[in-house]
């Protein structure tokens, strides 16, 4: 059961309106909003439906995401899933993520008569450009618009899950869908069936088992549509830089404060927002060399001794 709520501008659909969703835990709540608004800053011309798609919020961060709403005379449609819609589903391998990576699987079910299209959008994406070439995407019979993996990540990932295709492996971090060919090909089920054959052992359960299921059915775009930070540097052509990898709210991360984020987050509730618990092995021991590097000796000797009982893989958060 989908429960919704309507934050911000009452929706008024149109056919031009965009939709753009988000599948997340109540953690990225505010990069949500860093998201939302470097989109509407940078598209004063173009209409917005923003859903987001969780299992609860908490009563704080929903006052902040209904005010921020109000402010900027936007809409935004929180869609609340039951905590155990995809309890049957493995906790992914990476202690990055939680199960809310799933989350996403449910947006063209919840926007079936509603929406001819949806783009889907990690949280950690910044945009910084005009999305007005979005309505020139040619899906033609695909059923998914997507950006492709950095070329020497290809054969790992492809690999990994025995994906046998001359097409490039594409990241799930963008993706502009056809919610009717969606629909009419089950690809939401074919891909709960895929993630739960191969028994947790996807790395990236939904991103391997959507490249299985999607397989020749995807529209593949130019970088500038989901551009990987830690791989290239954004130019004037950038419409989307995703941090994939370091955010820019983890205090122990590279891109710590960057420019892009702080920028778009810095007028929003959550200015000041950053996160400094690492949660995995790897997390720990780089805070603590950050922290050693500050001359924060104690902390740091703390979050080190934490990273050396923290076993390499491991759930922290569910």
């Given amino acids: 059961m989908v429960f919704t709520q309507i934050l911000g501008k009452r929706p008024s659909f149109a056919s ?3 939709h753009v969703a988000f599948g997340i835990d109540s953690k990225y709540v505010p990069a949500v909003g860093a998201c939302i608004y470097s989109i509407i800053t940078n598209n004063e011309d173009m209409r917005f439906q923003f859903h987001v798609i969780t299992t609860s919020l908490p009563q704080s961060d929903f006052g902040q995401l209904a005010a921020f709403s109000e402010r900027h005379a ?7 899933i039951g905590p155990e819609t995809f309890s049957e589903l493995p906790r992914p391998i990476s202690p990055r993520f939680s199960r809310a990576i799933y989350n996403r699987l449910l947006i063209c079910e919840i926007l079936n008569g509603i929406a001819s299209n949806v783009l889907y959008l990690d949280a950690d994406i910044i945009c910084l450009g005009s999305m007005a ?30 994906l046998v295709t001359d097409e490039p492996y594409f990241n799930s971090g963008v993706l502009y869908i056809d919610i009717e060919k969606w629909n009419r090909s089950n690809v939401t089920q074919d891909v709960i069936k895929h993630i739960l054959d191969n028994d947790g052992r996807f790395l990236y359960p939904d991103q391997d088992a959507l490249n299985k299921v999607l397989a020749g059915k995807v529209a593949f775009l130019d970088k500038r549509w989901n551009l990987f930070f830690n791989h290239f540097k954004p130019d004037s052509d950038t419409i989307f830089l995703h941090y994939s990898n370091d955010k820019p709210w983890q205090v122990w991360s590279n891109n710590f404060g960057d ?16 996160d400094h618990t690492p949660l995995s092995r790897k997390q720990r021991i780089r805070h603590a060399r950050k ?21 390499k893989t491991t759930y922290l958060r569910a």
Wanted: with cysteine; glycine share 8%; aromatic share 8%.
């Fill in 291 to 311: 922290l050693l590097g500050r001359g924060k000796v104690v902390k740091g000797l703390y979050w080190y001794a934490l990273a050396l009982c923290t076993p």
């Fill in 259 to 274: 420019a892009p984020f702080l920028s778009n987050i810095a007028d929003t509730p959550w200015a000041n927002w950053a």
């Fill in 16 to 18: 031009s309106d965009i």
């Fill in 74 to 80: 936007i809409t935004v449609q929180v869609h609340n």
């Fill in 133 to 162: 070439d979005i309505t020139r995407i040619k899906m033609e019979t695909k059923i998914v618009a997507a950006v492709a993996e950095v070329s020497q990540s290809q054969n790992g990932l492809k690999g990994n899950i025995g």
